[in-house]
């Protein structure tokens, strides 16, 4: 065209168009470009045909595959629940020591169990059950009721001080202040607490002594390494439940605290009762 104009610099003839003296390049783009571009346009337009896509009021267009990701979902879901359906009912006929001692058994019992844990008792003994003041730590190879799969199994079962449970762990430290005076609650905290570490006053340490022998031989044993029939701690060791020291010993002879465990074999039935027992005792501090 005679009125056609060139920019001077690329050389490209313009499209006629300009805004405050700048002039449009008629610089078109790439075949290649143009027809990748109706290509997706085209894809899209059929995915949406076949495949869910259009949303409506109440639901969205169905597609003519009919393919719904929620069914694949819901599928896998039950063929995962299948899987573990065959696992389930081999830990529900088996005794906890026969699980432990059968690898594929007891790495399902692990990790199911583990995932039980953090629902159900992670509120006590802690996320990794370490536990705390007053909350067992299910780490060490301390237990007051025994370490064993079968004994953690009854202790989980049943629990301990849970009163709706006949099978329950009963065991009750009395409230010795109303039983001996409080300088033989002080002797008998400085013996207790000279078994595992040192005291303030070595002259209280005998005389603590025979106030042990008197009133705590019964539960804790005479050597004070605790009963686990009765839930009595062993005195020995350098694991308190309630805190270590003369002060705190004082405190829980003069009027002991007594935790409550609720029984989980209602809630939970047999067979996670079992897998959680198996994780515990996995945890490295079971017997």
Request: net charge negative.
């Amino acid at each position: 065209m005679s009125n056609e104009h060139i920019d001077e610099v690329s050389g490209i003839s313009t499209t006629g168009h300009e805004w405050d003296g700048i002039r449009e390049l008629n610089n078109p783009l790439p075949r290649w470009w143009v027809i990748t571009f109706y290509i997706t346009v085209g894809w899209a337009v059929a995915y949406t045909i076949a495949y869910p896509a259009w949303p409506m009021l109440s639901s969205a267009t169905k597609g003519v595959l009919g393919y719904s990701s929620r069914n694949d979902a819901k599928n896998e879901l039950a063929a995962a629940e299948a899987a573990k359906g065959k696992y389930a009912a081999a830990v529900g006929s088996k005794s906890v020591s026969e699980i432990a001692s059968d690898y594929a058994l007891r790495e399902f019992a692990v990790a199911a169990g583990g995932a039980a844990f953090k629902v159900n008792c992670t509120q006590c003994h802690g996320s990794g059950a370490q536990g705390s003041k007053g909350f067992p730590n299910l780490n060490d190879d301390d237990w007051l009721w025994g370490g064993t799969t079968e004994q953690i199994q009854q202790t989980i079962a049943h629990g301990i001080r849970f009163a709706s449970d006949p099978d329950t762990g009963l065991s009750e430290m009395p409230a010795f202040g109303d039983i001996i005076t409080a300088d033989q609650i002080a002797q008998v905290s400085a013996y207790v607490a000279s078994l595992s570490g040192k005291v303030r006053d070595a002259s209280l340490i005998q005389p603590g002594a025979k106030i042990f022998a008197e009133n705590c031989v019964a539960c804790h044993g005479d050597n004070a390494k605790g009963n686990r029939e009765l839930g009595a701690p062993d005195l020995t060791d350098a694991i308190w439940l309630y805190g270590s020291g003369e002060t705190a010993v004082a405190v829980q002879v003069r009027a002991p605290k007594h935790g409550v465990m609720p029984a989980w074999i209602g809630r939970l039935g047999e067979t996670t009762v079992k897998e959680i027992a198996v994780y515990v005792h996995s945890l490295g501090g079971g017997e």
